[in-house]
């Protein structure tokens, strides 16, 4: 076996079989196992990846930690050894932090591009499976359908009208009629990509048809991978908030050290070493400015994306969360994702009659009924017999079982629907195939809205056409009907009936789909879809029952509380949209327009927009709708599946695609996909976006404000002709205590409980808006305020003539221990305080976040050995405090706690609202 073997268009499928050592049964489990670490993932390799070395050694590029450094390195040149080896101490373990969460951030991110691989169909010693494309191996056998990506190159096997659009490889936007069959061994060996009309090729798009092939090449191998590196491009996953933030960092970083330099010239004239005042300077430069926050930021969203794939909602972009917490309009499909998509037949109508069908979900149970409950076969009725016949023929789903015995549809649910109806009434796909053979498909699509086959009846020798599809469509390409078991022509008075019929299901919340069917001459397999779908024989209508999901209705109610509009867009009739529209409560006026796909076109944007249900709406629709929203100002989330939904999805402010019944296409072009297709994971998405960026709000107000407050307590002390409140290494250590473990707990906090009961957050809004500066500056100066005011008391009592003291005397180590703890309860207590902008801090459970607890008591634990422990006390020229004194202390640090909830009862009184 080589994946290297060129020229595979030249070769037999036996060949290809042969050279690869695989069979039509596919490859076993413990073959593609041997062969996945063999050729690697199949991926592009991206351009090469920091190092964990690397990364680390870049905690220390940082201008200022460069001079800090120096100054360690000055410190411990004119004797200071002691002072040395602590800042060294405090720089390693910030670099460890942040080594460590920047490792975690691109961790998770690689993590993200796991999750959101796209999945491949393949078999697998005979069975089909699902696996991500990134486990593919030279020798599979996949599957291709409308709509997929393409995931290796490969040589096709099997086809039905199968087309590929190349362009991503080729250019050419027209797409190519793929073909098993061998190309001409005349044929020169370099025949290009674009005519290897045999060939399947990686990163290409399915347009229609379908088809499977065996895998010849993977990753870099692929032809697409031989010019990766021309066309490569490593997606850059920095966020809105996160460029904002920087622009932030650096604003505040110019401030902070035009402080710095004030104070290292105020230290100066006061004929301190420049030593001194240099290394104080750097020190508290280095402790204030918040350049670690776009990566915490970055670790925080990473981890996010991880929690909200357990809730099924698989986020491909970043900045999506960012969008999630500001959504005002999610515009979503019907089938599947407010419903259930398990389709089950309920009513059949044919010779201008109702019958009932029970049985429920897929299990191939149940019966027809007429009105009086008699019940039917198809064997006494052939007009029946034929109508199951259509929906069966007319078909590519199976019916299956699972592991544990449940009946399952691989498939499209709706033709799932007609497989087991056929079921019930005894058909058997087995014997179906046997007797029939198809020779031509007609692909259902959105804008044909029907779907036709032309079979062979091996034991007549006939052929026949046979049509499913939207009631209104079928019916005006029938000219007679199927009726009493004769043929007559179909008259205006059948039309009536039929669409009475029809619009009396839809009322019923039924989907309806019609069947009709023809006679075929020969060579049908060549003609075009309009030359044989024409002058048909009408046979009945199909009602379909697609239960709404029961969740969806609470969904959708908190929705409207949370501030978010709902609007439903679907393909089916106004009539079946209408009655799910109102059992959700998506409607809410009882003579709300309808508006149908045909009129939308010729409605201004104010008109189409003042309607809560879009039916019969083509995928071209869904584009017009995102764009009138968005010029209203609206952020807009829409819902897609088809090949068609992509240019939707990536027009929304957040694409929604379906990861079950989603094509590779909508995926790709998504910013978010629903593992389960549901639309209350959109809901549990945006809750989980306001959650995450409410988390991210409390890690940088309380970072900004306790930087803020080491600058002002410098500062404020130097300007007031005190003794320098801390030394370099005190800022550093308390820096380390709270900027580290709490900080990162915080960013993992419980979210609000109104979170879902505030309006949608204005995306143009700052971060740090007015209520949030207002609290940072109040909370920074009662924190400075408190801090040198015991500073000033501990001085007196303590330290005697402190004005005449050397800066290094012992007598001031009390002191500014005094400030040291005081000032790391505050920023400890600021913790609690910044956990909720709205509830006081005696209403948040100190236990609801453990991880912050236990950060906030490792802190503490460390803080009293450090101040208890002579030998540590002395290296950072601190003094144990007297048990009495912490009397004093405590309470006074816990002013913090009460400005805060001051600033927090005005703002509830003047009903603020973010």
Sequence with gaps: MSSSKEAMYLESIEKV?????????????????????????????????????????????????????????????????????????????NAVLGFIQEYRAEAAIDALKEIGALKALVKRAGMKKEISSLEIVPGDIVYLESGDKVPADGRVIKDTNLYIEEAALTGESVPTEKASKILSVDAQKTIPVNDQKNMVFSSTIVTNGRGNYIVTKTGMDTEVGKIAELIQTQEEMETPLNKKL????????????????????????????????????????????????????????????????????????????????????????????????????????????????????????????????????????DVLKTHILAGYLCNNAFLMQDEKGKFIIEGDPTEGAFIVLGEKMGLQRKEIDKQYERIAEYFFDSTRKRMSVVVKNLETEKEHLYMKGAPEIVLNLCDRIYIDGKIRGLTEEDKIKILDANNDMAAQALRVLATAYDFCEEDTYECKPEEVEKDLIFIGLVGIIDPARPEAKSAIETSKRAGIDVKMITGDQAITAKAIAQELDIIEKENERIILGNEINDLSDEELLDSHVYARVAPEHKLRIVDALQKQGEIVAMTGDGINDAPALKKADIGVAMGITGTDVSKEASSMILADDNFATIVSAVEEGRGIFDNMKKFILFLISCNIAEILLIFVGILIDLPLPLIAIQILWINL??????????????????????????????????????????????????????????????????????????????????????????????????????????????????????????????????????????????????????????????????????????????????
């Excluded at 005696?842 to 803080?863: D, E, Q």
């Design 246 to 381: 920087k622009k932030f960092g650096k604003q505040i970083g110019l401030i902070i050290l035009g402080v710095c330099i004030v104070i290292f010239i105020i230290k100066i004239l006061r004929q301190e070493t420049i030593l001194t005042a240099f290394i104080v300077s750097i020190s508290l430069a280095v402790a204030a400015i918040p350049e670690g926050l776009p990566v915490v930021v970055t670790t925080t969203l990473a981890l996010g994306v991880q929690r909200m794939s357990k809730r099924n909602a698989i986020i491909r972009k970043l900045p999506a969360i960012e969008t999630l917490g500001s959504t005002t309009k999610i515009c979503t499909d019907k089938t599947g994702t407010l419903t259930k998509n398990e389709m089950t037949v309920k009513q059949l109508y044919l010779n201008h009659e109702r019958f009932f069908v029970s049985g429920e979900g897929y299990e191939p149970k149940g019966r027809v009924t007429d009105s009086e409950n008699k019940e039917i076969s198809p064997q006494e009725n």
């Design 737 to 914: 205590m709270t900027d580290g473990l709490p900080a990162l707990a915080l960013s993992s906090d419980p979210y609000e409980p109104d979170i879902m009961s505030r309006k949608p957050r204005d995306p143009k809004k700052n971060i740090i808006d007015k209520r949030a500066f207002t609290s940072i500056i109040i909370r920074a100066m009662i924190i400075t305020a408190i801090s040198l005011v015991l500073y000033y008391i501990a001085l007196e009592i303590y330290a005697p003539g402190w004005q005449t003291l050397p800066k290094d005397s012992p007598q001031l180590y009390l002191p500014r221990t005094f400030v040291f703890s005081t000032l790391l309860i505050c920023e400890l207590l600021n913790v609690y305080n910044t956990r909720s902008d709205r509830r006081s801090f005696f209403k948040v459970p100190v236990w609801s976040n453990k991880y912050l607890l236990i950060a906030v008591l490792i802190s503490l634990t460390l803080n009293f050995v450090l101040i208890y422990t002579p030998p540590l006390a002395n290296l950072f020229q601190l003094s144990p405090i007297p048990l009495i004194d912490w009397l004093i202390i405590i309470p006074l640090s816990f002013l913090t706690v009460v400005s805060e909830e001051l600033i927090k009862w005005y703002w509830r009184t003047h009903k603020y609202n973010d």
């Design 17 to 93: 079989y042969e050279i690869f050592n695989t069979s039509p049964q596919g490859l076993t489990e413990e073959e593609a196992k041997k062969r996945l670490e063999i050729y690697g993932k199949n991926e592009l390799t991206e351009k090469k990846r920091k190092s964990k070395i690397v990364i680390f050694l870049e905690q220390f590029k940082d201008f200022l930690v460069f001079v800090l450094i120096f100054a360690a390195l000055i410190s411990a040149f004119v004797g200071e050894v002691t002072e040395s080896i602590i800042i060294w101490i405090i720089i390693i373990a």
